[in-house]
């Protein structure tokens, strides 16, 4: 790899209630490396530490030992840079604003003037396609435009990096396959490098040029595998042998891995 990893996690720990008789190795001695412009996807069990490591990248929680290096710098100047956006399951969006606003927030708490933000929000209605429902509130759009317009809002201040936590886990299943869909060809527009975080298998496969494996208990990286399926990815990738061969290769390395349960 010629140019250095836009996220670097060195040696890194998660201890939760540590020294007490609730303590939780949820992360131990992770090391990752994730190059700039990749569509990486952390999957494993339940409770293997995917969230808590999103969660240390993003600056949401402290490592207990070890470095997290987010374009540079540490997570903290990062999130203060705006150097990443955030997408989690649930959409988030202020049902007292409309769809526009919501998607200006972030620009506004950073202070941009009121022009720069409406053209901003607009464009990335456009990117999203939501512009026909810029001043619809939130409870009028379904689960899918909802997170449509969170991925919008965490685009707006044109992050390197998103940062997103099971972002289709509560759609169904039509709904987050279109998603998915959507996601690529947005990610494809921004050159955005995505850390997702997922427990489908197939999601995984279909999205990411690169899935990385957890064990649980304690959450270490059991294998790293690079999805070498050609972008762009359509339907019909999803009905093709090779991407079959690749969601069998990720389901061994996913069944050879212990569960919560089997480890605890
Ligand atoms: N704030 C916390 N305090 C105590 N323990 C925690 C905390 N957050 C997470 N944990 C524990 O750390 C482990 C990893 O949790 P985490 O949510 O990162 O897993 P996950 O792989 O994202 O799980 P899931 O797929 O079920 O969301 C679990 O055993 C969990 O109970």
């Known amino acids: 790899m010629g140019e250095p990893a836009i996220i670097s996690v060195r040696n890194v720990s998660k201890v939760f209630n540590g020294g007490s008789d609730r303590s939780v190795t ?12 990749e569509f990486t996807s952390l999957l494993g069990p339940s409770g293997c530490g995917k969230s808590t490591l999103l ?3 993003a600056d949401l929680t402290e490592p207990s030992q070890g470095q997290v290096t987010v374009n540079g710098k540490t997570p903290a100047a990062a999130r203060t840079d705006r150097d990443y956006g955030m997408v989690f399951q649930q959409a988030g969006l202020l049902e007292w604003r409309s769809v526009r606003r919501n998607v200006e927030l972030p620009l506004q708490v950073a202070g941009a003037r009121k022009e720069v933000t409406r053209a901003k929000a607009m464009e990335m209605l456009e990117l999203v396609r939501l512009s026909d429902f810029a001043e619809h509130f939130p409870r009028q759009l379904s689960g899918g435009m909802q997170q449509r317009a969170a991925i919008a809002r965490a685009l707006s201040a044109d992050p390197e990096i998103l940062f997103m ?7 169904d299943e039509m709904n987050r396959e279109r998603l998915q869909g959507e996601l690529l060809r947005i990610w494809s527009d921004t050159r955005t490098t995505v850390v997702f975080v997922t427990h489908s298998i197939s999601e995984a496969v279909f999205l990411s040029s690169r899935v990385v494996v957890m064990s649980a208990r304690p959450g270490r990286v059991a294998a790293s595998i690079d999805v070498d399926l050609p972008y762009p990815r359509t339907a019909e990738t999803r009905t093709t042998p090779e991407f079959f061969a690749k969601v069998t290769e990720v ?10 349960q089997a480890a605890a």
């Open 251 to 260: 389901r061994q390395a996913l069944h050879s891995v212990p569960t919560e």
């Open 55 to 57: 969660r240390v990248m």
């Open 26 to 37: 949820a992360l131990q001695d992770i090391d990752l490396d994730i190059a700039r412009g």
């Open 165 to 171: 936590d099971e972002p289709l886990g509560a759609l």
